[in-house]
């Protein structure tokens, strides 16, 4: 009357369920309580590091096993990763971990046999902070750091910023001969701001070179730094954007690097890299200005810090990178002064195509020993209508430069013939125009090409225009004017400049 009772029946006096079934009546452990089963397979799994499947293992023993498995989160609390198995491995046992642990705190061992693979080991584990317990580090790497104090309480543990320290191949296998030694590639944990609802964590990690892109999967950090402190192997800036990628909700970046050729992997133009979130842009010591600054996409930018970025016109004769040629590389036509015409123009055309790529709203741009061509600031100023603070420090910039911060009149264009044939009308009733319309402080420190003369009469013109038309809206007052160290800028300038200025204006 039923057919399929017939294959039930079969199946029931299968000779695999017939064992199984006798092992369960015969075997003692068959007789424990379900409680007891599961705290000798939490103990299984709490000494998993020779066996970091324990858990799934125990899952696949039998059917009743199964369920207590399944059941029990405890039994996968206790997460060991090593780096020499395959990423997606690993990253399967993360999240298969993670959700049959429900929401209980981790205990996590990092087994660490090559520095350059801890990040992309890591990375995975950064969404899950919030649960770490304990995470341990083995191998390479000796350290063991207890999150028990942010599980415990309402305020969880965050990733805020990560700092990568490139360091030399020497560098480590010293600092692993050496046991406990603090110079030794680490991360190392430390709350450095707490608020109501999470405690915001820095890491800090030491590795030979940036993760290859297969090896990366996407993450969320706020504060990124990397750091080089090598010159035997120099960051490849197209490794860099690379990496950028995969941080899409990074904020501030910060780029520590040395002054060196760049080491370009290849001869392929990278893809933009979308940093939407980004706002402060740091980059100190580094020949890859234009490489990073051409690539990115950053369009809520509001600080660009350009430091230490001059280099000696003999260091590097042309770009290792080939750029195609973009408006504005052409020579400068000011035939200004340069003690490093080579950076100056990769600075200057590096931070067009940002500006020209993103629009961003910058409000605060600093050249420390950074500099431009002429013709690079005047394309600048005329486009940054959100700057409100601009210092430049050891700047080669000459009276041309200076003369762009006074106030000037449009011309108009009143015959075109041709593009190498126009006429211009530069009558004197028409309205004054201003670059940075926003600009309130303003720092020029060792600017030794300026004389005195050109800054007393375009910053005492500034200040009266802004002084007077600040009300209306559209132009904000000069607040803070800084000139320092400037050897044209004397003292009978600065009381000239004083007289207009008054206590906002500072030589010291």
């Known amino acids: 009357m039923f057919p399929f009772m017939d294959s039930m029946q079969v199946g029931l006096h299968r000779p695999e369920m017939i064992a199984e079934r006798n092992a369960r009546q015969t075997s003692p452990i068959a007789h424990l309580p379900v409680e007891l089963l599961i705290q000798i397979f939490v103990d299984c799994a709490q000494d998993s590091e020779d066996d970091p499947l324990i858990a799934l293992t125990i899952s696949h023993v039998c059917k009743s096993w199964r369920e207590i498995a399944y ?3 405890r039994i996968w609390q206790y997460l060991s990763l090593d780096d020499r198995r395959p990423r997606l491995c690993s990253e399967f046992q993360i999240r298969w971990w993670m959700l049959n642990s429900g929401t209980l705190p981790m205990d996590i061992t990092l087994h660490i046999s090559d520095h350059d693979k801890l990040l992309p080991l890591i990375i995975p584990l950064f969404e899950y902070m919030p649960r770490w317990r304990k995470c341990a580090f083995r191998g390479k790497i000796q350290e063991e750091m207890d999150f028990s104090a942010y599980t415990s309480s ?3 543990a965050h990733l805020r910023e990560l700092r990568i320290v490139i360091r030399d191949p020497s560098d480590l296998e010293e600092s692993d001969l050496e046991e406990g030694s603090r110079n030794s590639p680490t ?11 999470s405690y915001d964590i820095t890491f800090r990690c030491s590795v030979l070179t940036l993760p290859l892109p297969s090896l990366m999967t996407p993450f969320h950090v706020t504060k990124l730094v990397i750091c080089e402190s090598t010159f035997e192997g120099p960051t490849d800036p197209l490794r860099m954007l690379e990496f950028l990628s995969f941080c899409p909700s990074v904020e501030y970046f910060q780029y520590q690097g040395l002054p060196h050729d760049p080491a370009y992997s290849n001869a392929v133009i990278p893809s933009i890299v979308k940093l939407p979130n980004l706002r402060t842009f740091v980059i100190h010591s580094s020949c890859a200005v234009r490489t990073l600054l051409s690539h990115i996409d950053a369009p809520n930018l509001t600080e660009l810090h350009l430091e230490h970025t001059n280099t000696e016109c003999d260091f590097a004769t ?11 590389d052409s020579d400068d036509e ?3 002064f340069s003690q490093s015409p080579w950076s100056d123009h990769a600075t ?3 931070l067009r195509s940002l500006i020209r790529r993103s629009n961003p709203p910058l409000e605060v741009l600093l050249m420390d020993y950074a500099d431009m061509r002429t013709k690079d600031f005047q394309w600048c100023f005329s486009r940054l209508n959100h700057l409100r603070q601009f210092r430049i420090v050891a700047s080669d910039m000459s009276d041309k430069v200076i003369a762009m911060f006074a106030p000037y009149r449009a011309p108009r264009v ?13 009558e004197l009733d028409r309205p004054l125009h201003l670059r940075l319309p926003l600009l309130s402080s303003l720092e020029l420190w060792n600017c030794q090409r300026l004389s005195g003369r050109a800054i007393v009469k375009a910053l005492t013109e500034r200040v009266r225009f802004t002084d007077a038309v600040a009300d209306e809206g559209v132009y904000s007052r000069m607040e803070e004017i800084g000139i320092v160290g400037c050897g044209g800028f004397s003292d009978n300038h600065a009381l000239e400049l004083e007289n207009v200025a008054g206590n906002r204006l500072r030589t010291n």
């Open 71 to 73: 059941d029990s989160p």
């Open 414 to 426: 009143l015959t075109s013939l041709d593009d190498d044939d126009m006429i211009f009308d530069l």
């Open 318 to 328: 042309s770009p290792a990178y080939p750029y195609a040629v973009e408006d504005g």
């Open 154 to 156: 309402e305020a969880k």
């Open 348 to 350: 200057g055309m590096g």
């Open 187 to 197: 991360i190392v944990q430390a709350p450095c701001h707490i608020n109501t609802s």
């Open 334 to 336: 000011a035939g200004d």
